[in-house]
Structure formats: structure tokens, C-alpha cells
């Protein structure tokens, strides 16, 4: 079955370094790929998506690759703040079931 | 764009009592929305699959008598904890499909139910 792997949290880190959080998939066909954050006590936020090999999703720093011979989906971002510190869920789509599919989440805290 | 809200943010009960919340597409018409339950440092679990005009889908060994839910509209979702207990304490996250045929769902900030 579909199913997401995410590496153990918590981490972290310095302002101003640079961050991985990695992400792997087991899935069949091609599913979309995305990264959800969480900041303590909200609600889940898209940060960005990918919806076939090759695609690199971007936003606020963030990047991320749709790595299909690696099944991979890694979070990237060269410089992290202190305001980034949350909850980090990577995710899969899957159409035929029309739910997503989470790992189970990484929290990063960045000291100042 | 794409937002969904939810209300009441947080919400205290007495056990045995019944506790409604609402999820609501504010910008956007979502003939699907889903509903997850989260635990304190632990990821969404789904609860059920709510469609717009028909019966939703519950997740196995989910209560579908004690966790009702009602998509009434294109734009609100309502679940209602039933008999509540103090196990049904949890951080429960409505999300919404942002338009047919998309893949990408949009979630609410989440509503703190505590049962006393």
C-alpha cells in the first residue's frame, strides 16, 4: 500500500543554517507530493507541492524535488530562521483512494 | 485564496453532552471535505471522507453514530461528537479538495475539544 517515511525529528539547528528533512514514498502510479507545516496549536499549511518526476515545488525558501527513482521528496532550505521552528508533514496523494497519505512528521526548532 | 475555517477554535464539554463543529470553505466551493483527528506530537489520523449531498465515508474503527457528520452545502461541513467522553479529547482538523479534480486539500486550523 501507499505509505510515507519521514526522518526522525526533533531537529535542530542554528539561524541561518541549512536544512534537510527527508522524505520517502512507497506508492503505485504517480502520485502528487507535497509538504504540509504545522506552527503549535494550528491547523495544517500547504507549503508546497509536486505532481510529477522531475518537478520541484518552491516557496518561502522552501524546495523540495519529486525524485522518482529515488522515491524521494526531501525538504529543502539554505537558510532557516527562528520563525520556521514547527511541525514539518511530508504527504502523498493518492487518486485512486482520494486521501492523503501522511508521514509522520518531523519537528524542526531553530535556535537564535 | 483557498481558505477554510473552522469554528469554535477550542471548546470545553461536559462528558455525555454533544459538541458540533463547523468547517467551512470561505473562498471556494469543495464538493469533498475530510476530517482528521490528531493526538498531542502525533500526525493526522483520517476519520472520514465527507462528500457533499451524500452519507460519508468513515475510516475503519471509526464510530460513525458517535462522530456524525453532515455536508449540507458546497461550503460547510459539520461534525458532531455525540455522548462526548473524555477520550474523544482531541485537536480535530477539517481540510476541504480546492476544486473538482484537484489533488490538493486545504485544512482548517483545527478545533481543541476538551471533555471534562
Known amino acids: 500500500g501507499n505509505s510515507v517515511t519521514q526522518m526522525e525529528g526533533p531537529v535542530t539547528l542554528s539561524e541561518e543554517a541549512f536544512l534537510t528533512i527527508n522524505c520517502t514514498y512507497t506508492?503505485?502510479?504517480?502520485?502528487?507530493l507535497f509538504w504540509y507545516v504545522q506552527y503549535p496549536g494550528e491547523g495544517l499549511q500547504l507549503l508546497l507541492k509536486?505532481?510529477?518526476?522531475?518537478d520541484k515545488g518552491s516557496n518561502k525558501g522552501f524546495e523540495a524535488t519529486y525524485r522518482k527513482e529515488t522515491t524521494s521528496f526531501h525538504l529543502e532550505k539554505g537558510s532557516v530562521q527562528v520563525s520556521d521552528s514547527a511541525v514539518y508533514f511530508c504527504?502523498?496523494?493518492?487518486?485512486?483512494?482520494?486521501?492523503?497519505?501522511f508521514g509522520q512528521g518531523t519537528t524542526l526548532q531553530v535556535k537564535p | 485564496g483557498a481558505v477554510v475555517s473552522q469554528h469554535p477554535s477550542w471548546v470545553i464539554c461536559k462528558s455525555g453532552t454533544s459538541v458540533k463543529i463547523e468547517c467551512r470553505s470561505l473562498?471556494?466551493?469543495?464538493?469533498?471535505m475530510f476530517w482528521y483527528r490528531q493526538f498531542p506530537k502525533q500526525s493526522l489520523m483520517l476519520m472520514a471522507t465527507s462528500n457533499e449531498g451524500s452519507k460519508a465515508t468513515y475510516e475503519q474503527g471509526v464510530e460513525k453514530d458517535k462522530f456524525l457528520i453532515n455536508h449540507a452545502s458546497l461550503t460547510l461541513s459539520t461534525l458532531t461528537v455525540t455522548s462526548a467522553h473524555p477520550e474523544d479529547s482531541s485537536f480535530y482538523i477539517c481540510?476541504?479538495?480546492?476544486?473538482?479534480?484537484?489533488?490538493?486539500?486545504?485544512f482548517g486550523p483545527g478545533t481543541r475539544l476538551t471533555v471534562l
Open positions: 506508492a503505485t502510479g504517480y502520485p502528487s
Open positions: 481540510s476541504a479538495l480546492g476544486g473538482f479534480g484537484t489533488d490538493t486539500q486545504y
Open positions: 509536486a505532481t510529477k518526476a522531475d
Open positions: 473562498d471556494f466551493q469543495a464538493t469533498t
Open positions: 504527504a502523498l496523494y493518492s487518486g485512486n483512494t482520494g486521501k492523503l497519505i
